[in-house]
């Protein structure tokens, strides 16, 4: 059985591959893993029937015969333990590459989104200017962090892992605000990942969608 993956029908972001399916599509790239997708709407992922896969009522879902996921990070997981290539097959680096998934879902990517929604939606409310400078810099701690330890190297922990993986498409949601430019190793680790072919496979298969269903080319 093929699985399959659910992503948004009419992309919001256009097809910039800034949705979280994207992750998931790019860990079953590297992995070799065959997919199909399911389109959904805003209104349909807020119906039962996308509900009882994804309580939250967003994208993407995983379905392999009685293997039902959500959370993208729980989907790229269960691909890399599932298929070799992406975690190391000691127990040490194995627990080293999943510790850099989590720190990016769960030290780098919420204050960048956090940010991302303040500059996109607070512009014009009065606490904004208050508010900004403190959000730019819990923003940018983790991001100075990473950049220390990354240094040079050109993935964090050796060969390229499911939490280098995850740590690019964090941080590459994130490049379009300009905030990794005072970053310049970390901007150059998220063109690293996105020169990967299975990353530019990924990314095409998301715009072919967002062409597709817009009728834009
Ligand atoms: N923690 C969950 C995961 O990692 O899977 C978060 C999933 C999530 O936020 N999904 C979003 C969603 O379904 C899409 S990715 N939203 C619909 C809803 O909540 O009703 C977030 C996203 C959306 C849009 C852009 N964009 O336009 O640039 C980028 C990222």
């Given at each position: 059985?093929?699985p399959i993956?659910t992503?948004?029908?009419?992309a919001?972001?256009?097809?910039?591959?800034?949705?979280r399916?994207?992750?998931?599509?790019?860990?079953?790239?590297e992995?070799?893993?065959?997919?199909?997708?399911?389109l959904?709407t805003?209104?349909?992922?807020?119906?039962?029937a996308?509900?009882?896969l994804?309580p939250?009522?967003?994208i993407?879902?995983?379905?392999?015969?009685?293997?039902?996921?959500?959370?993208s990070?729980a989907?790229?997981l269960?691909?890399a333990?599932?298929?070799?290539?992406?975690?190391?097959?000691?127990a040490a680096?194995?627990?080293r590459?999943?510790?850099w998934?989590?720190?990016?879902?769960?030290?780098?990517?919420?204050?960048?989104v956090e940010?991302?929604?303040?500059l996109?939606?607070?512009?014009?409310?009065?606490?904004?200017?208050?508010?900004a400078g403190q959000?730019?810099?819990?923003?940018r701690?983790?991001?100075?962090?990473?950049?220390?330890?990354l240094?040079?190297?050109?993935?964090?922990?050796?060969?390229?892992s499911a939490?280098d993986?995850?740590?690019?498409?964090?941080?590459?949601?994130?490049?379009g605000s300009?905030i990794?430019?005072?970053?310049p190793?970390?901007?150059?680790?998220?063109?690293?990942?996105q020169?990967r072919p299975?990353?530019?496979?990924a990314?095409?298969a998301?715009?072919a969608?967002f062409r597709?269903v817009?009728g834009e080319?």
């Amino acid at each position: 059985m093929t699985p399959i993956l659910t992503a948004f029908k009419a992309a919001p972001d256009r097809g910039r591959g800034l949705a979280r399916d994207m992750r998931a599509r790019w860990a079953l790239e590297e992995l070799g893993v065959p997919y199909e997708v399911r389109l959904v709407t805003f209104a349909e992922m807020k119906e039962a029937a996308h509900l009882a896969l994804q309580p939250f009522g967003q994208i993407p879902t995983y379905e392999d015969g009685e293997v039902v996921l959500f959370e993208s990070g729980a989907i790229v997981l269960h691909l890399a333990e599932r298929h070799e290539g992406m975690l190391p097959k000691d127990a040490a680096g194995r627990g080293r590459a999943i510790s850099w998934m989590f720190a990016a879902l769960n030290t780098v990517e919420p204050p960048l989104v956090e940010r991302e929604i303040m500059l996109r939606e607070e512009r014009d409310k009065p606490w904004f200017e208050a508010r900004a400078g403190q959000v730019e810099v819990r923003a940018r701690r983790p991001l100075g962090e990473l950049s220390r330890r990354l240094g040079d190297a050109d993935w964090l922990e050796g060969d390229f892992s499911a939490g280098d993986l995850m740590m690019i498409a964090v941080l590459f949601r994130a490049r379009g605000s300009g905030i990794l430019d005072a970053y310049p190793n970390l901007a150059a680790y998220v063109a690293r990942g996105q020169a990967r072919p299975a990353f530019q496979r990924a990314f095409e298969a998301q715009l072919a969608v967002f062409r597709a269903v817009s009728g834009e080319a």
